[in-house]
């Protein structure tokens, strides 16, 4: 039997601050009813000044390892998706590792924007596989608050912070459990339709998101569609084998629309965004979080992932709980 990864820890991490739409609506030209039809949003939390893709991804990570039985002496790699990292280096990872007292295995960020943490599935998978580590932290954390630009009314309302963690353990036993495979695309040449406007490489140190909403929008549902049918196909199962779909968490309607396509009612779709808003990498370990620990996905089920953020990058992957 070949090796395989299961998922066996959860853990997630939010900032105590909560910001509700109509506290945005007290500063900006904008309003809870706009906000709430265009995207699902009510509320979202937003960092505090110590909190940093550092702390809450460490946070996210103990939580994690606490639910799988495991500690730091029992992890190998850390991959980290953030495009919010505290420094250009050391990565978080590795400032994470250090969090958790952790002298042996090796870290790395990921930056993959909002699909960073499929990427991250997707990267810690192959080091299992190959038996280069047995168990990897899988983290995604984000401070969009940021990088936002808290006077665009059209980007900054949409994004929220914190992070989400998974652990993914290399097994040889027989068994249906697993990632059962993971589905990875990008294309820069729609690069500019969502972006950071400066980073450390560049004169501008530090940059504001910046976005195309409806184009971003269009390739969301087209792309993600695609990616689904994909993983799908690619294990031979179909629409109706799908236990729950965990999306990033973008958009209400662009999840919905995926949901419609896979024939999957609303109770079968595990949804963050009202309450979190869009955390990007750290959106779909949240959201896992969440479902496992309050007893919706249940062994054997079918977890269908997807994602699709700033490159444009986007993906999905395939797990039996
Ligand atoms: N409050 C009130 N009005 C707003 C607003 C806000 N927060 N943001 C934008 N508007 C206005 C616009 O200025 C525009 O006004 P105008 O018609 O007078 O010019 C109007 O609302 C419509 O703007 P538009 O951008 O066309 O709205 P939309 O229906 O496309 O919704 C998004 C905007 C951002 C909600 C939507 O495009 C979207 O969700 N896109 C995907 C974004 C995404 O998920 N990105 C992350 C991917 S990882």
């Not at 978080?92 to 930056?111: H, K, N, S």
């Not at 999306?247 to 995926?258: M, S």
Request: hydrophobic residues 45%.
């Amino acid at each position: 039997m070949a090796r395989r990864s299961l998922l066996v820890g959860f853990g997630g991490f939010l900032p105590d601050r909560v910001v509700t739409n109509d506290e945005l609506a007290a500063q900006l030209d904008t309003s809870d009813d706009w906000i709430k039809t265009r995207t699902g949003i009510t509320r979202r939390h937003i960092a505090g000044p110590n909190d940093t893709a550092t702390s809450m991804g460490a946070q996210a990570a103990r939580r994690a390892l606490d639910y799988a039985g495991l500690t730091p002496a029992d992890i190998d790699a850390v991959i980290v998706g953030t495009s919010t990292p505290d420094q250009a280096f050391p990565a978080t990872a590795v400032r994470i590792q250090a969090e958790l007292g952790m002298q042996q295995g090796f870290g790395f960020d990921l930056a993959a924007a909002c699909s960073g943490f499929i990427f991250a599935l997707s990267t810690a998978d192959a080091f299992i596989r190959s038996g280069q580590a047995r168990n990897v932290l899988v983290i995604g954390s984000e401070v969009y608050s940021r990088i936002v630009d808290w006077s665009d009314r059209g980007t900054c309302v949409l994004f929220g912070d914190g992070a989400g963690a998974v652990v993914l353990s290399g097994t040889d036993e027989p068994g249906e459990a697993g990632l059962l495979s993971t589905h990875l695309h990008s294309d820069g040449t729609a690069g500019d339709l969502l972006y950071v406007d400066g980073a450390v490489g560049r004169r501008e140190m530090s940059g504001h998101l910046k976005m195309s909403g409806r184009d971003v929008f269009r390739h969301a549902v087209a792309k993600l569609s695609s990616s689904v049918d994909e993983a799908l196909k690619a294990e031979g199962l179909e629409y109706g084998d799908v236990s729950w779909l965990v999306p990033h968490q973008a958009n209400i309607r662009i999840i919905e629309g995926v949901a419609k396509k896979l024939n999957l009612p609303p109770e079968r779709v595990v949804i963050t965004v009202d309450r979190h808003a869009n955390t990007s990498a750290a959106s779909i370990p949240l959201a896992l979080d969440e479902a496992v620990r309050d007893g919706r996905i249940q062994k054997g089920d079918l977890v269908l992932m997807e994602a699709l953020g700033g490159g444009l990058t986007w993906g999905s992957a395939l797990a039996r709980f």
